[in-house]
């Protein structure tokens, strides 16, 4: 009888574990982790797994199952967009368990105890590392990864130094901005134009801290969805409701990891459709 209850319980837990999604030739798979008050983000494509960012320490072991879970077995890129610990406290254990062929840096000082982690442990996977700017790509089958800033090495670390990505699809695009600042923002909409940032997807910036998404960053990509990466009940007030009201303005659909949990697209490279239902 016991023999008969544990075969159930292990019954039980396996059909409460989420899906282990299988790619097929024409799948291309946007995750937004949940990672608590931080960011991670795996790109999934039918040449290999991307992954943007990896959360805090606290929150590694739980990305590392969800890795696993969902059958990643090593890295073709991966992208620390600068050296807060909510993007990078996760990454040494992460390279660990899943070696990445390239990492990319943004090329500002990383000066602390998770940033040293990081170093060691993309060394001990022979990872090719690399600091980056505007103008860096990396193509993945059908994805586009392009840098669209920083646009010079930056001498200082912080927030506004944060890499900045345009992920390209055939006609799918997400824009990506770590916790990239107005001035930032405002500096793209010079150099690029509506043209270059119209996009599909944005990744709301700095968690939906005021000090980013500004109205006129906002207006120029026109973003149909709009992911925010936060923790419930986060004590910095992220989301601000002045960033979600701005978000509301130009039409974008939010989503945020604080509600909804993970949060899932997919892209045949002419439409991006969400899979997640808040």
């Keep these: 009888m016991k023999r008969f209850l544990c075969v159930l319980l292990l019954l039980a837990l396996c059909f409460t574990l989420p899906a282990c999604n299988s790619k097929t030739d024409n799948d291309y798979l946007f995750y937004f982790l949940d990672v608590g008050q931080g960011d991670s983000i795996l790109l999934r494509t039918p040449k290999g797994d991307i992954l943007i960012d990896a959360g805090t320490e606290d929150s590694e072991s739980l990305l590392c199952l969800r890795l696993e879970q969902l059958g990643v077995r090593s890295l073709r890129l991966a992208v620390f967009t600068h050296a807060d610990e909510d993007h990078i406290g996760g990454a040494d254990g992460v390279l660990s368990r899943f070696p990445a062929d390239a990492v990319w840096l943004s090329g500002a000082p990383m000066e ?27 193509q993945c089958g059908a994805l586009v990864i392009s840098v669209l800033a920083p646009f010079a090495t930056p001498s200082e670390g912080g927030n506004e130094n944060s890499l900045i990505l345009r992920i390209q699809h055939e006609n799918v695009t997400a824009i ?46 026109e973003p149909a969805y709009a992911v925010i990466s936060c923790g419930a009940g986060n004590s910095y007030g992220h989301p601000t409701g002045e960033v979600l009201a701005r978000l509301d303005r130009v039409g974008a659909r939010v989503l945020r990891t604080d509600l909804c949990g993970e949060i899932l697209f997919e892209s045949n490279g002419q439409e991006l459709v969400c899979l997640s239902h808040p």
């Design 112 to 138: 602390n105890e998770a940033a040293e982690r990081l170093l060691r442990a993309a060394e001990a996977c022979n990872s090719e590392i690399r600091p980056v700017s505007a103008g860096e790509v990396f």
């Design 176 to 221: 990506l901005t770590g916790d990239a600042d107005v001035e930032a923002e405002a500096e793209m909409v010079v150099r690029y134009g509506a043209a270059q940032l119209a996009c599909d997807l944005y990744k709301v910036g700095h968690h939906g801290s005021n000090t980013s998404s500004s109205l006129t960053f906002l207006q120029a990509m």
